[in-house]
Nanobody
Framework: QLQASGGGLVQPGGSLRISCGFA????????MGWFRQAPGKEREFVAA????????YYADSVKGRFAISRDNAKNTVYLQMRSLNSEDTAVYYC???????????????????WGQGTQVTVSS
């Protein structure tokens, strides 16, 4: 139901935008999140956005560098990443949930559907 794309190799300090397509007609009713998992580490919250796009949430580690957005007409959520560094290297997963509230937006267990992940590697 979710298909992430756009990952790749980028140099430190560079930018990359990844996307996640949602299959279905109820995209607007879902809050969307991005999580990432680096080798040997637990999956961590990156960013989230409410269904109407009016509210966004970020992990402290990416605030000011990453921007989440969505296009409800295209059933797609984006993550624009800037000033990338080696610590941003991970598999990035998109997730969807329609029962999320402010206090659960950062919790992976609150999401209902997950994409397959897209690899982002920051290296020179």
């Amino acid at each position: 139901q979710l298909q992430a794309s756009g990952g790749g190799l980028v140099q430190p300090g560079g930018s990359l935008r990844i996307s996640c397509g949602f299959a279905g007609q109820t995209f607007r009713s879902y809050s969307m999140g991005w999580f990432r998992q680096a080798p040997g580490k637990e999956r961590e919250f990156v960013a989230a956005i409410k269904g109407n796009g009016g509210s966004t949430y970020y992990a402290d580690s990416v605030k000011g560098r990453f921007a989440i957005s969505r296009d409800n007409a295209k059933n797609t959520v984006y993550l624009q990443m800037r000033s990338l560094n080696s610590e941003d290297t991970a598999v990035y997963y998109c997730a969807a949930g329609n029962r999320l509230i402010v206090t659960t937006m950062r919790s992976a267990s609150a999401y209902d559907y997950w994409g397959q992940g897209t690899q982002v590697t920051v290296s020179s």
